[in-house]
């Protein structure tokens, strides 16, 4: 795990230098001679992958015990958070999520904790996957110098993420350390255990774990339909996912601008023979696109669910579809209609 951790560095360090020796008017040139077609392809992708991801926290939301809460407020709510994890740094959007969903009147009922638990259940559905995609991606072609060495990094992760699903799944021990806690803490504690109780229902796990690699495909087709877009080798697209998660791994800047042009610069340089230039104007689609992407469909959500979150329209007046729906049937019905 230090090797690994060192190894980003180097990379994060190696591509700093290569990223401020690119010649900026190529970069700029490629973007400009890029297929509108197959970007505007790039953005739908884009759309429907967060679409998918927004429904994959619906189930865990409604798994933890948040079921007044439908699915059409729940994407708005998503796409609001989306957004603002995009404008902020450091992860801060999801502290944003968090409020939203309490300024829900639906929320509110939840209380905060569980309302954090739920979310800790389908980051953990997600950072499973996600670990287990990079992987394999970088088993199946290890990046070439110093950032091969990153994939002992994602086994660590996929481990630790895989053993706190087992222990949230089991919920073993966690009695005995409420117990062990003040009261006021102990009760947080338990109020957040009950939002987790998805990671204990097969049905929710596997409904959120297929949401996740539905979500992860079609970002995949996004990030290829963007290499060929810019004339780049669209088969690179599972690299470069794997590499965007890498430098999600920092998330100092906003939509991890920096750290990702620092890792992509310098790999696909190396793996695909991709001209610097080249590769910084990926980057930047990839930020515009996000960026661009989540503040509309995020401008759009708070048109709509404005007036709920702030208590200025009833939720007989909001359409919120299937929010007291079966799982089962409504997660089956999701699935098919991709």
Same mark, same amino acid.
Request: hydrophobic share 55%; with cysteine; aromatic share 4%.
């Given at each position: 795990?230090?090797?690994?951790?060192? $190894?980003?560095?180097?990379?994060? /360090?190696?591509?700093?230098?290569?990223?401020?020796?690119?010649?900026?008017?190529?970069? /700029?040139?490629?973007?400009?001679? /890029?297929?509108?077609?197959?970007?505007?392809?790039?953005?739908?992708?884009?759309?429907?992958?967060?679409?998918?991801? +927004?429904?994959?926290?619906?189930?865990?939301?409604?798994?933890?015990?948040?079921?007044?809460?439908?699915?059409?407020?729940?994407? +708005?709510?998503?796409?609001?958070?989306?957004?603002?994890?995009?404008?902020?740094?450091? =992860?801060?959007?999801?502290?944003?999520?968090?409020?939203?969903?309490?300024?829900?009147?639906?929320?509110?009922? *939840?209380?905060?904790?569980?309302?954090?638990?739920?979310?800790?259940?389908?980051?953990?559905?997600?950072?499973?996957?996600?670990?287990?995609?990079?992987?394999?991606?970088?088993?199946?072609?290890?990046?070439?110098?110093?950032?091969?060495?990153?994939?002992?990094?994602?086994?660590?992760?996929?481990?630790?993420?895989?053993?706190?699903?087992?222990? *949230?799944?089991?919920?073993?021990?966690?009695?005995?350390?409420?117990?062990?806690?003040? $009261?006021?803490? +102990?009760?947080?504690? $338990?109020?957040?255990?009950?939002?987790?109780?998805?990671?204990?229902?097969?049905?929710?796990?596997?409904?959120?774990?297929?949401?996740?690699?539905?979500?992860?495909?079609?970002?995949?087709? =996004?990030?290829?339909?963007?290499?060929? /877009?810019?004339?780049?080798?669209?088969?690179?697209?599972?690299?470069?996912?794997?590499?965007?998660?890498?430098?999600?791994?920092?998330?100092?800047?906003?939509?991890?601008?920096?750290?990702?042009?620092?890792?992509?610069?310098?790999?696909?340089?190396?793996?695909?023979?991709?001209?610097?230039?080249?590769?910084?104007?990926? =980057?930047? *689609?990839?930020?515009?696109?996000?960026?661009?992407?989540?503040?509309?469909?995020? *401008?759009?959500?708070?048109?709509?669910? +404005?007036?709920?979150?702030?208590?200025?329209?009833?939720?007989?007046?909001?359409?919120?579809?299937?929010?007291?729906?079966?799982?089962?049937?409504? =997660?089956?019905?999701?699935?098919?209609?991709?």
């Amino acid at each position: 795990m230090v090797l690994a951790t060192l $190894a980003l560095l180097a990379v994060l /360090a190696l591509g700093a230098f290569g990223v401020a020796s690119v010649d900026l008017g190529e970069a /700029a040139g490629s973007l400009s001679g /890029a297929d509108p077609r197959l970007m505007a392809l790039a953005v739908v992708l884009f759309a429907a992958c967060q679409s998918v991801s +927004g429904l994959q926290w619906w189930v865990c939301q409604r798994a933890g015990g948040i079921r007044g809460l439908g699915a059409a407020h729940t994407l +708005g709510l998503h796409w609001l958070a989306r957004a603002a994890c995009e404008a902020l740094p450091a =992860s801060l959007g999801e502290g944003v999520r968090v409020a939203l969903v309490r300024r829900h009147p639906h929320g509110a009922e *939840a209380g905060t904790w569980r309302v954090v638990g739920a979310l800790g259940s389908y980051k953990i559905v997600d950072a499973v996957v996600g670990a287990a995609a990079v992987l394999a991606i970088f088993m199946l072609t290890p990046p070439p110098g110093p950032a091969g060495d990153v994939r002992w990094m994602a086994l660590a992760a996929l481990g630790v993420a895989a053993v706190v699903l087992v222990i *949230a799944r089991r919920g073993r021990g966690s009695a005995r350390l409420r117990d062990r806690l003040p $009261a006021r803490v +102990g009760q947080a504690f $338990a109020r957040m255990a009950e939002g987790t109780r998805g990671l204990a229902d097969p049905t929710a796990v596997r409904m959120a774990g297929l949401l996740s690699v539905v979500a992860m495909l079609l970002r995949v087709m =996004s990030l290829s339909a963007l290499l060929a /877009a810019l004339g780049l080798p669209a088969e690179a697209g599972a690299m470069v996912y794997a590499l965007i998660v890498v430098s999600g791994l920092l998330p100092l800047a906003p939509g991890g601008a920096g750290t990702r042009e620092a890792v992509l610069v310098p790999t696909l340089a190396l793996a695909y023979g991709v001209p610097a230039s080249s590769a910084l104007a990926l =980057s930047v *689609a990839i930020q515009v696109i996000a960026l661009g992407t989540t503040l509309a469909l995020g *401008a759009l959500a708070f048109a709509w669910l +404005g007036p709920v979150l702030a208590g200025r329209r009833t939720l007989s007046e909001s359409v919120d579809l299937v929010a007291d729906a079966p799982l089962v049937t409504v =997660s089956v019905g999701t699935t098919t209609g991709q």
